[in-house]
Nanobody, 117 residues
Framework: QVQLVESGGGLVQAGGSLRLSCTTS????????LDWYRQAPGKQRELVAT???????NYADSVKGRFTISRDNAQNTVYLQMNSLKPEDTAAYYC???????????WGKGTLVTVSS
């Protein structure tokens, strides 16, 4: 059974930093695509950052230069380092895994990030 567990969310002041973690289990980690999404109240879920199996990354324009996605294949964990946080970054953040070759996707249950002004 594939599981994704996010952690690291919390309350932070504008300009501050947080690091989110997503630890996976039940599947091989190295060859999969990993994403962070977020969903603010009343809004659609949006893609924040993606890291591919080869380490290449993509970011939403709204977080470029502030957020960094990384992965530790030995720890089966993907991270999202968030710096210079803004109130508009307030959302529930979700980790997604897309299995190589099959495209089957799995989601974590999310971790809440609140940025106060």
């Amino acid at each position: 059974q594939v599981q994704l567990v996010e952690s690291g969310g919390g309350l932070v002041q504008a300009g501050g930093s947080l690091r989110l973690s997503c630890t996976t289990s039940g599947t091989s980690f190295s060859y999969n695509l990993l994403d962070w999404y977020r969903q603010a109240p009343g809004k659609q879920r949006e893609l924040v950052a993606t890291i591919y199996s080869d380490g290449n990354t993509n970011y939403a324009d709204s977080v470029k230069g502030r957020f960094t996605i990384s992965r530790d294949n030995a720890q089966n964990t993907v991270y999202l380092q968030m710096n210079s946080l803004k109130p508009e970054d307030t959302a529930a953040y979700y980790c997604r895994l897309v299995k190589a070759y099959t495209g089957i996707t799995y989601w974590g249950k999310g971790t809440l990030v609140t940025v106060s002004s």
